[in-house]
DNA sequence: AATACGTGGAA
DNA sequence: TTTCCAAGTAT
């Protein structure tokens, strides 16, 4: 591991100590959380905020407490449960990823870290996420609040540039405790500290535990001058939104859904073609001659 | 490497 | 009201 220095303890011991008290009592983090509860959070947590994910959490896990349940239960089943999560090929692949630890894992989530990166919708990201957080290895986790922080307190730039894994693993690990509780929860300080303080929008720098040893606080605050995030597609009007549409539809229909019915929510015919052919492609619609209904198996 | 993929919270 | 963007992944 590379070596760390006096500033990287600094910084670790300064968000730990924070963390201690300033984390936020999320339901995933209680103590003796199952693997696989903390599996279903990654996948929720997936580009969607905490406060939309905590009902639907408590909601998953009451229903189905164990991959072999979930597993044992039809994709519509879980498509349905996923509700407005969004990204419903989410819901999908934890399915997918469900069947595969069923079958090949015992029913066991696994701790090894390519063994999770195996599984249908496991990244990088979730991979570590889990490793570090159900299991406590020592694996540095970076997700876009982890390389926020990491490109202001210690690169020195307001944004951090465009994503680059290898990179950013690197940057944690510089940083990252040798005791594997202490990495645990620098793993999770460093994700907190950027959800709640170190904000994308407006940073609330008065209440850093970093702030005096934050670079970019050091270099007067520079504007950021690397390369812009492509700006996200307008929503309305778009193909999402019709797959979205769709998607509601057929999840609120317990029986096949007419083309005629689809058309009368979704008005633009060439827009509705692509979504049903994007869905069908995805796996999260079938087609039968009665009209397009969610996947049963 | 760039793009598609949902939905809604927050400023 | 817009606009940004959120515990990413697959292709």
């Known amino acids: 591991m590379p070596p760390r220095d006096a500033r990287a303890e600094s910084i670790a011991a300064a968000v730990n100590a924070w963390f201690a008290d300033a984390a936020r009592p999320l339901p995933w983090r209680a103590a003796d959380i199952s693997p696989w509860a903390v599996l279903v959070s990654e996948f929720m947590l997936q580009q969607t905020q905490v406060a939309r994910v905590v009902p639907l959490w ?138 709640t303080v170190c904000t994308a929008a407006s940073p609330r720098c008065g209440d850093c535990p970093i702030a005096a040893l934050c670079a970019w606080r050091a270099a007067g605050y520079p504007e950021y001058d690397g390369p812009r995030k492509a700006r996200q597609a307008p929503f309305a009007g778009s193909d999402r939104e019709a797959r979205g549409l769709v998607m509601a539809e057929l999840r609120r229909a317990h029986h096949p859904v007419t083309r005629a019915e689809l058309a009368a929510i979704v008005t633009d015919a060439a827009r509705l073609g692509r979504a049903v052919a994007g869905l069908v492609a995805d796996g999260l619609a079938v087609e039968e001659a009665g009209g397009l209904r969610l996947p049963d198996a």
């Open 58 to 195: 408590e909601a998953w896990l009451a229903r189905w407490p164990s991959p072999a349940d979930l597993a044992a239960s039809p994709p519509a089943e879980a498509v349905r449960a996923w509700d407005r999560l969004g990204y419903p090929r989410r819901a999908l692949w934890l399915h997918e990823a469900a069947v595969e630890i069923t079958e090949r894992h015992g029913g066991e989530v696994p701790a090894d870290l390519d063994a999770l990166l195996s599984l249908k919708g496991v990244g990088p990201y979730t991979a570590r996420a889990v490793a570090a957080f159900a299991f406590g290895l020592r694996h540095p986790v970076v997700d876009t609040n982890t390389r926020r922080v990491l490109a202001r307190a210690v690169a020195g730039q307001a944004e951090p540039g465009p994503p680059a894994t290898a990179r950013d693993l690197a940057a944690m690990e510089a940083l990252l405790p040798v005791d594997p509780d202490a990495a645990h929860v620098f793993n999770a300080g460093a994700m907190e500290l950027g959800a």
